[in-house]
Nanobody, 124 residues
Framework: QVQLVESGGTLVQAGGSLRLSCAAS????????MGWFRQAPGKEREFVAA????????DYPDSVKGRFTISRDNAKNTVYLQMNSLKPEDTAVYYC?????????????????WGQGTQVTVSS
């Protein structure tokens, strides 16, 4: 069992930067791939970033590639999402997720555990 708690969401102006954090409970954090997803009102939850358990690989959709960076610190049981050059369309609730099975980094149904989400609002 893994419990995830996101933090760092807030209101920011377009063009600004923000770093989200996700703290995980348990002693097996390093055995999970970690992902970030987001959900805007009236839209489906979408993939934002993922990092493998060894931090050897990362993945991003084209919509955030070059602007967002995911990283993890296995010693601190924490995964981060650095978001730069924010746009109003980045406004959403951002969720952290963890999965044990290999593969499927982009697929929300592959993830076993989810945090409660943190709100990011980008004003124009």
């Amino acid at each position: 069992q893994v419990q995830l708690v996101e933090s760092g969401g807030t209101l920011v102006q377009a063009g600004g930067s923000l770093r989200l954090s996700c703290a995980a409970s348990g002693r097996t954090f390093s055995s999970y791939d970690m992902g970030w997803f987001r959900q805007a009102p009236g839209k489906e939850r979408e993939f934002v970033a993922a990092i493998t358990r060894s931090a050897g690989n990362t993945d991003y959709p084209d919509s955030v590639k070059g602007r967002f960076t995911i990283s993890r610190d296995n010693a601190k049981n924490t995964v981060y999402l650095q978001m730069n050059s924010l746009k109003p369309e980045d406004t959403a609730v951002y969720y952290c997720a963890a999965k044990q099975r290999l593969g499927g980094l982009r697929f929300k149904f592959a993830y076993d555990y989810w945090g409660q989400g943190t709100q990011v609002t980008v004003s124009s």
